[in-house]
C-alpha cells in the first residue's frame, strides 16, 4: 500500500484531481510557480478503454481493478455505464463491495461519470438529466470517489444560438456543482468534441458556470483544430482530471499522439494528480492499453 494515500483526502488531488481550482487566482498562481515532481503525477486508467468487453458481459468492475493492480497502474476512473442497471444508482452493497476490493488492491477510485447532456431546451428533460448527475454525486460519495465526469450535451439539434444554449447548460450545471459540494464531490467538465469543441468554448463554458466545484477534465483526443496541442496548453490551467489518449486529431484527421509534448504541458501548468489513460477503437484493449501506459510513464520518468 502506498504511504500517501492517506493524504489524498486532505487535498484536491485525490485519485486524480488537481489541486487548482478554477475561479481562484491565488491557488492558480501558487500552483504555476510551484514544480512539480515526478512523484506529482500519477498514472490511472478509465475504463471506456475496456468499452466493449464491459458492454458485452465480457469483463467486469472486478477484472478491471485486478487487471491495474497487475499492470502497476494505481488509479481507475469507472464510468457510471459499467455499473450493474445504469443509469440508476447501484445498490450500497455492489458500490461497497467495489470500494473494499479497489482498497485492497491498493487502487484510488478517480470520477465515476454519466450520459448527461443538457442542450434540451425544455426545462423538464434537462431536470431529468440533472437528476442523473445529481444521483451518480451521491454514488462517487460512497465510492469514495472525487469526481463526477459529466458533458455539456449533443443530442438537440434545435436551432438555438450557441450563447443562449450556453447559458442554460451553465445554470444547470451550475446547480448540480452546488449540490455536489454539499456531498464533497467536484464535476470535471469534459470537451468531448460535442457542444464543446474548441479551447474557446471551453473556457467560455467555465466561466459562465464560474464554480469552484467544476473544473475541466482535459480531453486530449477532443481538440480537431490545426494545432490541438496549442488548445491543450491553452486549457490546461482549468484541468482537474485528463483524458490522454493515443491519437489526437489534427484538421479533424488522427495522429498518433506526441505524449512527451503532452507531459511537458502537463508540467508547465503545475497539474498535480492522476493521469487517466483511455484507448480506443480496434485492436486488443488489453494490449493497448498496456502499450499507452508504458508511454505515458516512460514521459513521466
Known amino acids: 500500500m502506498k504511504t500517501d494515500r492517506r493524504n489524498f483526502t486532505r487535498t484536491l488531488t485525490l485519485a486524480g484531481f488537481s489541486a487548482f481550482i478554477p475561479g481562484d487566482p491565488k491557488i492558480?498562481?501558487?500552483?504555476e510557480n510551484t514544480p512539480v515532481s515526478k512523484?506529482?503525477?500519477?498514472?490511472?486508467?478509465?475504463?471506456?478503454?475496456f468499452n466493449s468487453l464491459l458492454a458485452a458481459g465480457k469483463m467486469t468492475i472486478d477484472d478491471m481493478l485486478d487487471f491495474c493492480a497487475e499492470t502497476g497502474i494505481d488509479g481507475l476512473d469507472i464510468t457510471g455505464y459499467y455499473f450493474p442497471g445504469y443509469p440508476e444508482v447501484p445498490s450500497d452493497d455492489y458500490i461497497f463491495h467495489v470500494k473494499k476490493k479497489a482498497f485492497r488492491l491498493g487502487i484510488d477510485l478517480g470520477c465515476t461519470g454519466v450520459r448527461n447532456?443538457?442542450?434540451w431546451s425544455d426545462p423538464a428533460r434537462r431536470a431529468e438529466e440533472k437528476k442523473l448527475v445529481k444521483d451518480w454525486i451521491v454514488v462517487?460519495?460512497?465510492l469514495g470517489a472525487p469526481g463526477v465526469r459529466i458533458f455539456a450535451g449533443t443530442l438537440s439539434k434545435e436551432n438555438y444560438p450557441w450563447e443562449e444554449r450556453a447559458k442554460w447548460i451553465a445554470d444547470d450545471i451550475r446547480e448540480c456543482a452546488e449540490f455536489g459540494k454539499n456531498h464533497g464531490v467536484m464535476l470535471a467538465l469534459q470537451n468531448h468534441?460535442?457542444?464543446?469543441?474548441t479551447a474557446d468554448e471551453a473556457e467560455k463554458m467555465l466561466k459562465l458556470i464560474d464554480h469552484d466545484w467544476?473544473?475541466?477534465?482535459?480531453?486530449?483526443g477532443s481538440y480537431r483544430s490545426q494545432n490541438p496541442y496549442a488548445e491543450i496548453e491553452a486549457t490546461a490551467k482549468y484541468a482537474i482530471s485528463w483524458q490522454i489518449k493515443e491519437l489526437v486529431y489534427i484538421n479533424g484527421k488522427p495522429e498518433n499522439a506526441d505524449i512527451d509534448r503532452i507531459i511537458r504541458i502537463v508540467r508547465k501548468c503545475g497539474y498535480r494528480g492522476y493521469l487517466p489513460i483511455e484507448t480506443l477503437g480496434e485492436g486488443d484493449p488489453f494490449e493497448k492499453v498496456k502499450?499507452?501506459?508504458?508511454?505515458?510513464?516512460?514521459?513521466l520518468g
Not at 39 to 49: E, T
Not at 193 to 197: A, E, L, S, V
Not at 214 to 220: A, F, I, P, R
Not at 291 to 299: C, D, E, F, G, H
Open 214 to 220: 467544476v473544473g475541466l477534465m482535459l480531453d486530449t
Open 140 to 142: 462517487a460519495q460512497k
Open 39 to 49: 512523484s506529482a503525477l500519477k498514472i490511472s486508467l478509465n475504463a471506456y478503454s
Open 291 to 299: 502499450t499507452l501506459y508504458s508511454k505515458v510513464k516512460k514521459a
Open 28 to 31: 492558480k498562481t501558487e500552483q
Open 117 to 119: 447532456d443538457f442542450t
Open 193 to 197: 468534441w460535442d457542444f464543446i469543441k
